[in-house]
């Protein structure tokens, strides 16, 4: 049964619900932040791991010219390798009825014989491959899905130039494409890219590769280093045209989750720690107002004989009891938020199942941190009850020590109003409690500026990517580097109003001990489409020699402008040279390296070459220009910048606005409670002082007044102070927000700024509205009769 | 009504088992110019089953003779001693254990926990007590028994502070002590809670010290402490207690 005394705990608690609420609420925000994002962490790992155990994915991956089948036992050989996987990837470009431009996309064999040794694949719909069968083909889901295909349909493909039919035998997942994406692309577009598996024969036999593989992967035993595996693979495969090996941290897929992953963990950071400390600043004004108002049931205790222990003790419990209300809310608020997010991540990851996994060590965290914040608040006002004495407790407390203000020292007092000065007196007699409320106040601020941080800066990405960066309507790679004379014959399919060529070439750049793979991209001179810009969107413009690249590439590799990075590249004469880095690009998605076209051309000691093009098309030909583009046997992939856009408003934006609005819920809640359980607070504190007033003839609007202008003091004094912590939160929040895959700009706007002051104005102001209601409520008669 | 003048200590009335001893009490607040002699060498010895009014005007010391004698204070200086315990030396838990066991409360505004009924304030306290009384009987005692389940706010003044007196009662104390306890009170209920004071001291022989500035309670009491600047002006005792219910003011 119930103590007596936490009868107690209980009936006061219902007596100051709409306090404990708000205060259990604010910390329930943060918990569900916590739970929700450790959860999804949880959920992509483990799934991702339990994935890439089960299906064997592998440590090591290589691309190579061609090698012959028995170099497979010479990798194998080597120390640390626990099993190699050989096979064929190729491009292919694929005729799909029902769309308009053409789509491409990649080819893997699959042993003739067996199963795959590693990355198995994972059936989702239909059947695996006939043994010895032809004109069989494996479709990889998310392409399946973006073209409703089924199994038994059938998908035409051009195959080394030759178009021919395929039976679609089932529908499947692999670990290595967890992310569909075209390799370079920054986003995904599964409508005209996919990936497929076809038998080693008939893949080999079609592109002359029969009795070889240009595509290895490895498996590390559990004592293999990767880096010294990598280097003795690149030695044997040098002679097949290898283009070097490199590990899951380069695997375009892995690198994806990874950095999904990496976000949420600063999420579950972040946001939680803000919420928290709201929390624990509005529980210890809670608490020290309950010691105020029960300063004699203290000392009546303590005559009784209950020792300080229990009286901490007895005060600590209704910190726990909004603790429990905060984490119990908080969790369950955190599972449902993560169910709905989950299902976001189906849109971009393809898992066999993935399920929102609750992470049960996050309930174990919420409740310690969250405990942790509610100590931290109580504590001083717990303190507080256990040292004192309960012959001083006994007599009512004696009249605070009031003095003028300091502003009205200052000789001008006769400018204001008693309520001003009241309000003031009240605020300099009681700094602290002052300072928590507008520390409240301004963390809920904060809080607010950083949604709308979020989604300005996907504004702003969506922006600057595709109206300033790139400036064309479509761009088109080709399947082998052509002679510029290509050029011209591009520039007269239907509906051009501009082409602009580029050239691409697969390098390794390193700079000290670190490396990344990727494209550099040579761009022509007097271009439009392609621009490469700076930190403050000035274009870039590129000279005769030297390397531009991604800032963020900078950032890995640790070189900057002035240094000399070595680039090798992995394809043609395969020549390493150095080249100075010039400038640094301002790109918001994956990484880059840019060069001037014919200067690329000069460094790979090829004549004039290019191997696609960018293009401004005149939408009234837009379908004309598509279907030409789908008789031209040498293009490979097709990127039409309003469907990259689309996609992007579909998936990753819509997930950011999700989250955006979350958080905006989130924060209106915290300024809400601030606002309230400051203004409740004063009120219970001084209602016989303020029924003192209407009782001596202040009108029920001039007491309402003082109560109101202090709140217009602290608001005064928060609104500021929290926007300039928002905009510090945001800049860290963002600056940790900076992947391989995307990088949030910081944008800072007035509108932002006015959302965020707007919304704690409301909310203060209805907050105020309702404690000035309840003034009317006060019993002028019961609030002079004697203390009780 | 008798009124024999005595000399202070010596001429202690009933031979009950001594339960307070005190020599020298001093107590002394603030500091240097503005230092504050509450009690100024105070001598006394009560006794179990006495009822003591001690009278005196505000500020004359009496309260704070009281917290001395109730664990909620240490003295200055000067000796204070409950049976065999040294309470000038007692440590804070002693203290507090002493107040536990040994002592009841009663103040001039009831101080109840609001948020407990009647019933729940008194078991609040017999929860923590060794050998309670049952709360439904301490508050029979005091003519309660029909209100146990009101709380605070839905009581009269005088109910309350029989609930008070219930409440201090039902750990069955060794010593009562009542701050004005009629203070707050008109004289009908005020006689009510002077006769719940009376039948407790008679039917459970617990020492009572009652302050008051009421002069015509003195009557109903064994002995009539007088106090002023600190000190003890003069103890007086009465052959015979005169009925509470017979006091007029």
Redesign the interface.
């Given at each position: 049964m119930l103590?007596?005394?936490d009868?107690?705990v209980v009936?006061?608690l219902s007596?100051m619900k709409g306090q404990a609420i708000a205060v259990s609420l604010v910390m329930a925000c943060g918990l569900a932040m916590l739970t929700m994002s450790r959860s999804l962490i949880f959920s992509l790992e483990r799934t991702r791991a339990e994935y890439y155990q089960e299906n064997r994915f592998a440590h090591i991956f290589a691309h190579l010219k061609r090698a012959p089948n028995d170099v497979r036992e010479r990798v194998a050989k080597i120390p640390g390798i626990a099993g190699v996987q050989t096979s064929i990837k190729v491009q292919v470009t694929l005729d799909m009825p029902g769309l308009d431009e053409p789509a491409s996309g990649m080819v893997l064999s699959l042993p003739d014989r067996g199963e795959q040794e590693l990355n198995r694949l994972f059936l989702r719909e239909g059947r695996w491959l006939e043994q010895g069968s032809r004109g069989e083909v494996l479709v990889g889901e998310a392409f399946a899905k973006a073209n409703s295909l089924r199994p038994g349909d059938s998908l035409a493909m051009l195959l080394n130039g030759r178009r021919q039919s395929f039976n679609i035998a089932g529908i499947v997942l692999s670990p290595e494409y967890i992310f569909e994406s075209r390799p370079g692309a920054a986003l995904p577009d599964n409508k005209s890219y996919g990936i497929f598996w076809m038998p080693y024969e008939e893949v080999a036999k079609a592109f002359d590769l029969y009795g070889g593989f240009n595509y290895l992967t490895a498996m590390l035993a559990p004592e293999g280093k990767e880096k010294a595996v990598i280097s003795e693979i690149d030695q044997v495969l040098q002679q097949y045209g290898g283009l070097g090996a490199f590990g899951r941290g380069d695997h375009p897929s892995h690198i994806r989750v990874s950095d999904e992953i990496r976000v949420l963990q600063t999420l579950s950071i972040g946001f939680p720690l803000v919420f928290l400390s709201v929390a624990a600043f509005m529980t210890n004004a809670v608490l020290s107002r309950l010691l105020t108002l029960q300063r004699?049931?203290i000392?009546?205790l303590?005559?009784?004989?209950?020792?300080?222990r229990e009286i901490v003790l007895h005060f600590l419990k209704f910190a726990f009891a909004m603790v429990i209300a905060g984490v119990s809310v908080g969790t369950v608020g955190g599972a449902l938020l993560g169910n709905r997010l989950v299902r976001m991540y189906e849109m971009f990851f393809r898992f066999p199942e993935l399920h929102f996994r609750f992470d049960k060590s996050a309930l174990l965290w919420a409740l310690l941190v969250s405990t942790g914040a509610a100590m931290i608040g109580v504590f001083s006002s717990v303190r507080r009850a256990a040292a004192l004495?309960?012959?001083e407790a006994?007599r009512p407390e004696p009249p605070a020590n009031y003095k003028p203000a300091l502003i009205e020292r200052s000789g001008i007092a006769h400018l204001f109003s008693h309520s001003f000065r009241i309000a003031v007196r009240n605020l300099e007699r009681r700094p602290m409690q002052a300072v928590f409320t507008v520390a409240g106040l301004a963390l809920a601020t904060a809080i607010l500026i950083i949604p709308s941080t979020f989604r300005d800066s996907v504004k702003q990405i969506l922006g600057v990517q595709w109206d300033i960066v790139n400036r064309d309507d479509m761009t088109v790679g080709m399947m082998e580097p052509a002679s510029i004379k290509v050029h011209d014959n591009l520039k007269h399919l239907p509906g051009v109003v501009q082409v602009e060529p580029f050239r691409t070439a697969a390098v390794r750049i390193r700079f000290g001990n670190r490396s990344r793979q990727l494209g550099i991209r040579g761009l022509p001179r007097n271009r439009i489409h392609t621009r490469v810009v700076d930190g403050s969107l000035h274009e870039i413009v590129l000279p005769p020699e030297g390397l531009v690249v991604s800032d963020k590439l900078a950032e890995i590799l640790g070189a900057k402008v002035g240094d000399e990075v070595i680039v090798e590249v992995l394809q043609g004469k395969r020549m390493t040279r150095t080249v100075r880095l010039i400038a640094l690009a301002e790109d918001l998605a994956g990484i880059g390296a840019y060069m001037d076209m014919q200067g690329l051309n000069r460094f790979l000691e090829e004549g004039d070459i290019i191997n696609g093009a960018s293009f401004t098309i005149d939408t009234a030909h837009r379908s004309q220009f598509l279907r030409a583009l789908k008789d031209i046997p040498t293009i490979s992939w097709v990127a039409i910048k309003e469907t990259l856009r689309d996609n992007f408003r579909k998936t990753t934006a819509a997930s950011i606005n999700l989250l955006q609005s979350i958080y905006m819920i989130f924060a209106s809640i915290v300024a809400f409670g601030v606002v309230y359980n400051n203004a409740r607070i004063s009120l219970a504190e001084r209602s016989r002082e303020l029924a003192t007033l209407r009782v001596v003839g202040f009108s029920q609007r001039e007491v309402g007044a003082v109560l109101v202008t202090e709140l217009v003091i602290l608001a005064g004094m928060a609104l500021p102070l929290g926007l300039l912590m928002g905009t510090g939160f945001a800049t860290a929040i963002i600056k940790m927000v900076n992947t391989e895959t995307v990088r949030l700009p910081l944008v800072l706007t007035s509108s932002n700024y006015a959302i965020a002051t707007l919304t704690v104005t409301i909310a203060s102001v209805l907050s105020a509205a309702n404690v000035l209601r309840s003034l009317k409520n006060i019993d002028l008669v019961s609030a002079l009769k004697?203390?009780? | 009504m008798t009124l024999t003048s005595s000399s202070p200590i010596e001429e202690s009335a009933r031979q009950g088992e001594r339960i307070f001893h005190v020599r020298a009490l001093t107590k002394l607040y603030g500091v240097g110019d503005t230092v504050v002699r509450a009690l100024d060498g105070v001598d006394l010895d009560l006794f179990q089953g006495e009822l003591i009014v001690l009278l005196g005007p505000s500020g004359s010391g009496k309260t704070t003779l009281l917290n001395q004698l109730g664990g909620l204070d240490w003295p200055t200086s000067g000796e204070l001693q409950y049976r065999d315990m040294d309470l000038t030396s007692a440590t804070e838990a002693a203290l507090t254990r002493y107040r536990r066991e040994a002592v009841g409360f009663i103040f001039q505004f009831y101080n109840l926990i609001p948020s407990l009924t009647a019933r729940e304030n008194v078991a609040l306290i017999t929860e923590i007590a060794d050998d309670p009384m049952n709360p439904v009987e301490a508050l029979e005692m005091v003519n309660l028994g029909a209100r146990l389940d009101h709380f605070p706010a839905q009581l009269s003044g005088g109910e309350q502070q029989r609930v008070a007196i219930a409440r201090a009662i039902a750990k069955r104390p060794k010593v009562l002590l009542c701050d004005e306890p009629t203070g707050a009170l008109d004289l009908r209920t005020g006689i009510v809670v002077l006769e719940a004071l009376e039948k407790v001291n008679r039917e459970m022989g617990t020492l009572s010290v009652i302050i008051t500035h009421n002069a015509t309670m003195a009557d109903m009491a064994d002995r009539v402490i007088r106090f002023s600047d600190g000190r003890v002006q003069s103890i007086e005792k009465n052959d015979h207690r005169a009925p509470a219910s017979s006091l007029k003011w």
């Open positions: 103590s007596y005394l009868r107690k009936r006061d007596r004699e049931q000392a009546i303590k005559a009784f004989g209950f020792s300080n004495p309960p012959a006994m004697a203390p009780e | -």
